[in-house]
């Protein structure tokens, strides 16, 4: 009976794991789905994943700094306003995980961006972090694995 | 008899000491390749030609993932330790459960700093809450230190290691999860995959992270022995108070039995 009711408990356990852990991962979208879910998200924060593609332009926006650039990831692309200081190492061909909402209009300075989405539409963000690769080889010169959409390989 | 109080009032043995001295030398060498000797991570973009990486800090990956690692291993033996003393019922699986749960919880503690010093400047925070690999780790820390807490909080040392076992094991539930996490919730967490399991590491970065892992093995190992062996003593004391005590109490019974009798007597 002790080694029964320890299991349903450990199974209850697990069982809460799992399901809290599956709810609480869905933290970021890529762009693809992002740009699929634009009506349901409508002017809702939500958080977005991708590789910034070179071209960045620094401008400044409501009187405060941004860095405009244009998103990519799953082969789908956005512009992007960020808002305030961008991450350290932020850079071309590191993707990051931006958090802000989707708005109407072209990003300023569209002119300037290499590749830019120009949809009509820009994810106006103003929280940054860094998706770094698990690529530890170090060799002089070495040039990084960017794949097709920009994502580090 | 003063080397019979140093053998007995001591954790360190000869073996244990140069165990030590070698893990000393050990840390000195890990540290100096870590930290000097290995080539920053820089790489250059194919079209920009400008540099990306991680730049210096990837120097703590050489202490990061091997703490990791012996983290797993530290609470792998206090859950196998724990089973064996729920079948066997003996103070030295108890013992080693104990050991091993205090000393991985040290080492998880030491897993979420170095993580944090490096998330900074690499992803540009201290902490993600979203993040399954952080929060699974952080769930595993707190779950051995509520473990450590029961141990003391439990003054029958039988029920405390009997709930501190039952504990142990519900709790090393969480590591797959832990270890798994980035491979189940890929692209769902900042926290990169495997990099040994991509081999995606060589020549001298390759060799520092071996290092690493060899020297702080040695750490896990040097730590585990003198803690076990503190909690032997500690357990040896606490019996041999007991037996003082009983030995006193009887005492006592057998003066007065002996007055009462002499009372009788007169």
């Given at each position: 009976m002790p080694i029964l009711v320890t299991l349903l408990v450990v199974a209850a356990i697990v069982g809460v794991l799992v399901k809290t852990l599956g709810d609480a991962t869905l933290v970021f979208h890529e762009v693809d789905a992002a740009v699929e879910l634009r009506a349901d998200l409508g002017d809702g924060r939500f958080r977005v994943v991708g590789t910034p593609l070179p071209g960045l332009l620094e401008t400044r926006v409501d009187g405060e700094s941004?860095?405009?650039?244009?998103?990519?990831?799953?082969?789908?692309y956005a512009d992007v306003v960020h808002v305030g200081d961008p991450a350290e190492l932020f850079q071309p061909g590191v993707p990051v995980v931006l958090?802000?909402?989707?708005?109407?209009?072209s990003v300023p300075g569209i002119a300037g961006l290499d590749a830019p989405a120009d949809d009509g539409w820009h994810l106006r963000t103003d929280h940054m972090v860094v998706k770094h690769d698990n690529d530890y080889r170090v060799e002089e010169g070495r040039q990084a694995d960017i794949a097709a959409c920009g994502a580090t390989g | 008899m003063t080397e019979t109080m140093e053998t007995t009032d001591t954790t360190g043995s000869r073996g244990s000491r140069l165990l030590g001295v070698v893990t000393l030398l050990g840390l000195a060498t890990l540290l100096l390749f870590a930290f000097a000797l290995t080539e920053p991570d820089v790489r250059l973009h194919p079209t920009t030609g400008?540099?990306?990486?991680?730049f210096d800090a990837v120097r703590l990956l050489y202490l990061h993932v091997p703490l990791a690692v012996f983290t797993y291993v530290a609470f792998v033996l206090c859950a196998v330790a724990s089973a064996g003393y729920l079948v066997k019922r003996t103070a030295w699986f108890d013992t080693m459960a104990y050991a091993a749960a205090e000393v991985g919880t040290v080492f998880c503690g030491l897993v979420l700093v170095t993580g944090s010093i490096w998330g900074r400047p690499v992803w540009n925070t201290w902490w993600e809450w979203g993040d399954v690999r952080l929060m699974t780790t952080l769930v595993l820390f707190l779950m051995f230190t509520g473990y450590l807490a029961l141990r003391r909080?439990?003054?029958?040392?039988?029920?405390?290691?009997?709930?501190g076992a039952v504990v142990?094991?519900?709790?090393?539930?969480?590591?797959p999860i832990v270890n798994r996490s980035v491979e189940w919730w890929e692209n769902r967490t900042l926290h990169q995959k495997s990099t040994l399991g991509e081999l995606k590491i060589q020549d001298l970065t390759l060799f520092t992270l071996m290092l690493g892992f060899l020297v702080l093995g040695l750490v896990l190992a040097w730590l585990l022995l003198h803690r076990f062996r503190v909690g032997w003593l500690e357990r040896e004391d606490a019996g041999h108070g007991v037996a003082t005590a009983i030995a006193e109490r009887r005492a006592d019974i057998d003066e007065g039995d002996v007055d009462a009798a002499v009372g009788e007597g007169a």
């Open positions: 941004a860095v405009v650039f244009t998103l990519c990831s799953a082969g789908a958090q802000g909402a989707w708005k109407a209009g | 400008q540099e990306i990486g991680q909080a439990t003054v029958d040392p039988r029920a405390s290691a009997r709930r142990a094991l519900v709790a090393v539930l969480d590591l």
